[in-house]
Each structure stands twice: as C-alpha cells, then as structure tokens.
C-alpha cells in the first residue's frame, strides 16, 4: 500500500497538526484507512473491513463510474456557476424528477451543513419570521447557525439554548414521553409541536420553521410515528411557517421502496424545502436545497443575489449525475429493500437470543439495534455499546454507536451491501454478544452454570463497578463516547472480561 507515513508517524502529525477536537474512529486503535472498494475498506497492512456505517460512500467506494465522471468532467472544464453550462441544468432537472412536483427550484452548495443554513434563511425570508422548532437530540450541521438549533451538540457544550429555538419531543415510541402502548402517538407528539407554537405566540414570536430529519440519524435511528409530519406540517403551516425536510443522510433511496425518506409517510406529506447531501456526491463535496417558486421568488425578492463559487460546478453536477445513474441501473433502491429486510429479519433473531437487545428498528438500509440493561425499564447499555464496536472492529467489521445514550448501533452501509454480508456481520455480532453476555452475567440464570456461582457473582459485580465508572466519565465528558472514542471505559470493559 502507498503510504507517506508509518501508522505511528501519522497518529503524531495528526495530534501535532490537527485541531484536538476533530476526533477518529476509535481513538485508542484508530485503524489506518489507505483505500476501498465498494462496501469494503482497507488498512495499511490489507486487513480488510466490512463497511457498515459509511453512508456517504453512497453507491459503494470509489465507484468506477464515478471516478471516470469526475475525470472526464476535469479534463474538460471546471469553473464557478455563473457560467452557462449544461450539467447544472440537467442535475437540477433529474433532481427535481424524484420529487413532489412543487419541489423544482434547486440551489446548490458543498455541504449538508451549508444545505440547511440556507434553508433556514429561505424560510425566514419567507415572511420575516425567525423562530425555529428542531427536535431534542437533532443534529442538522456544524456551521453556527445549525449548531444553534442542534440539540445533539449544544446541550453538550457550554453553548445555551437561543430563545428563537423550540425544543420538542424527539417522536420516538421506544424509550421516548410516549411510547408504542400509547393510543396515539403521532397525535401526542405533534400536540407538543402545536404547544410550543401557541407558546411562542403567547411570548409575541413567530416561527419560521419546523426542521427534522425524516428519519433521526444521530439521535438514535428514530422512526416518527405514521401521521406525525402531517400533523405537525398543519399545524406550522398555520402558524405561517415551513416545513424543512433534512435528507442528509437518509435520502437518495436509502429506505428502498422510496427515492426520499419523507415519502414514506405517505403522498399527503410533502415538506416545503428538501436539503440533501452526503451521499449525494459518494464522497465528492455536493449538496443541494430543493423548495418551491413561492420561496425561491420570495428569497430573491430581497434584493440579496446568492451565490456559492463551488456549488454547482460541472464536476460536482457530473459525479451527481453519476451517482443517480448508478442507483437506476444497479437497482440499489431494490437492493436496500431485499438486503434490509434479511439484515432486519436476521437481527430480530438475535433480539430473542440476546437479552442486550432491546430493539430493532430501521427501514432499508437504514437500522438501529438498541442495546439495553434491563428489558422494562429499557436502561442504555451504553458501556456495552462501545466494547462491541470495538470488538465488531477486531472481527473486521466497522460499526458505531450514537443516540443520546450512546447505546444505539447505526447501520447505515454502502447501497451495494449485501445478504452475504449482512449474515457476517451478524454472525460476527452474534459471537460478540455472546461472549460479552456469559463475561457480564447479563443472561437469565436459566442459562447460567450452576457450577459456577462463584465466578458468576464476581463477575456481576465487576459488572456493575464498570458501569459505574462508565456513568461518571459520561457526565464527565460525554462527547468522548460519540463513534467508538470511549477509551477508557474500553479498556475498563476488556479487563474485566478477562477475569
């Protein structure tokens, strides 16, 4: 492998020359990615790893097809968007085919992140509202004004709530205010919504917008309630608001049966501005905001021209184009909806096996496994979590843990996964969970040797003094568990199952 460095010589230039927050994948044996190919990456050594979580190489990495778009396009031209140039035009056209018909004005842009801060100020535009409801635990960017309405990230920092930002209840029925024995969930949680807009009126303010992933990634893979987004649309329509659709990471047909997540809530919900882009690109830096001609004409009746010197450009217009041919003629949609519905199936399995499991949720190839001390009270496992990603690692497979509690496995691969490589990856999990389950003393006494009790009862409470640890270091420094970078309670975990 072509390498400037040796892993050690890297890890230094990296602490030397890299801010310290900008973090790695498992921080306390980060592997050393050189190259990869479709669902696969490789280490400097040719270890290879099964991809599970990199959604943005979206088609499978370093496509060929994606490659010689962006070669091609090279060779020839790149220059900013205010030249006439027939890529634009096209990708905004096929774009706009995948949507609801009053979705069809395009701006383009290089990232999620910029995606959403211009949605924001499309909507405030609008008519001149500024307040904006996100759900708890959200995540829409790292730019200042999404880190504002991002709960996942400001209730971790020193940064406070702005009072132009409305907080409501994450609509998740697992472990969630109402949960899937209520009679009505979406109901419930959309009341919250039209709550926090009779409030703000009550204070003298006006919303703007309503912003949610349609499927809520980094808060813990949560699938709202049928009927929620339209009831929450009704009710910020009529608080003279907009409807903001984040498809960052779960669009370009990722839940399999539907191109964009948002139509799986059925054709009577369709939001005012679509954002998109991670996958969008496969890697290449491509994002793009879609919304209809009342906004658009209203944002550009402010007199404010809007230009982004990259967004746009014949390249990124060219490997977009790209990706969308590839999920056509491949028939990754189909792909996602067979190889979900196995890898789903398979993981139920596992949750009757395994008393760490507490749920399995997801649509395509988008699933979460929440892992969980105690089935009733649905306690996170969130030590528990971090150890197997860890050891999924060591088994050459490539997980990571998010939600609030840390405690969720995201997976969320390549499009060109497959059920081969869905039943490794379980089987390898499965072996993993197992082993972690006899070490914890976390299986039912059923199970459990009785000629063992001694080792039995030692080990729960090596168990139990481990997640004490583990709590303080979380109130400590939460983000430091974000994506496999617990080391300490790592290596707290790996000792005590070598009891």
């Not at 990456?41 to 599970?52: H, P, R, T, V």
């Amino acid at each position: 492998m072509c390498e400037l460095y040796c892993k050690r010589d890297t890890l230094a230039l990296r602490r030397k020359h890299i801010g310290p927050s900008c973090k790695v994948f498992f921080a306390s044996d980060p592997i050393k990615i050189v190259r990869a190919r479709r669902q696969y990456m490789f280490d400097e050594n040719g270890g290879q790893y099964l991809d599970c979580i990199n959604n943005v190489a979206h088609v499978g990495h370093c496509h060929p097809e994606v490659v010689k778009a962006a070669l091609k396009q090279m060779e020839l031209l790149n220059t900013n968007s205010r030249f006439l140039h027939d890529n634009i035009v096209e990708y905004a056209k096929r774009l706009s085919a995948t949507l609801p018909e009053k979705l069809s004005v395009c701006y383009f842009t290089n990232s999620g992140s910029e995606a959403n801060d211009l949605a924001l100020r499309l909507a405030r535009q609008l008519r001149g509202h500024q307040d904006v409801i996100t759900l708890d635990h959200a995540y829409h960017g790292h730019l200042s004004s999404l880190i504002e309405i991002s709960p996942y990230k400001f209730q971790k920092g020193k940064d406070v709530k702005k009072e132009f930002v409305h907080v409501a209840p994450t609509p998740d029925t697992y472990r969630g205010k109402y949960r899937e024995d209520h009679a009505d969930p979406a109901s419930a949680y959309a009341d919250e919504v039209k709550k926090i807009i009779e409030d703000a009126h009550n204070s003298g303010r006006k919303i703007a917008a309503f912003i949610a992933e349609s499927m809520q990634s980094c808060g813990g893979q949560i699938i709202p309630p049928a009927g929620y987004f339209q009831k929450v649309a009704k009710y910020v329509h009529g608080a003279g608001g907009v409807f903001i659709a984040d498809e960052v990471q779960v669009g370009f047909g990722r839940v399999g049966k539907h191109f964009w997540s948002f139509q799986m809530y059925g054709e009577d919900f369709v939001p005012d501005i679509v954002t998109m882009g991670k996958p969008m690109g496969n890697g290449h830096p491509v994002a793009c905001v879609v919304t209809t001609k009342e906004i658009a004409e209203a944002f550009s009746s402010s007199g404010m021209e809007y230009f982004n010197t990259y967004g746009g450009n014949p390249v990124s217009c060219a490997v977009g184009l790209a990706v969308l041919d590839i999920i056509e003629n491949e028939d990754l949609q189909g792909n996602a909806t067979r190889v979900g519905n196995y890898l789903t199936e398979l993981l139920k399995k596992q949750k009757a096996k395994h008393t760490l499991i507490g749920d399995v949720r997801g649509v395509g190839l988008f699933i979460g496994i929440d892992l969980v001390k105690d089935h009733l009270k649905r306690t996170p496992a969130t030590a528990e979590a971090q150890h197997i990603i860890y050891k999924m690692k060591e088994k050459r497979v490539l997980l990571s843990a998010d939600g609030p509690h840390r405690n969720v496995l995201k997976i969320k691969p390549p499009m060109c996964f497959t059920e081969e490589d869905a039943k490794f990856m379980v089987d390898q999990l499965d072996g993993v969970l197992t082993v972690l389950e006899e070490a914890t003393g976390t299986k039912s006494e059923s199970v459990t040797s009785e000629n063992t009790p001694c080792k039995t009862k030692m080990l729960k409470e090596a168990h139990v003094e481990l997640l004490r640890d583990s709590t303080t270091d979380s109130r400590e420094n939460p983000s430091r568990k974000r994506n496999g970078m617990c080391t300490d309670t790592h290596s707290l975990l790996s000792k005590r199952l070598k009891t």
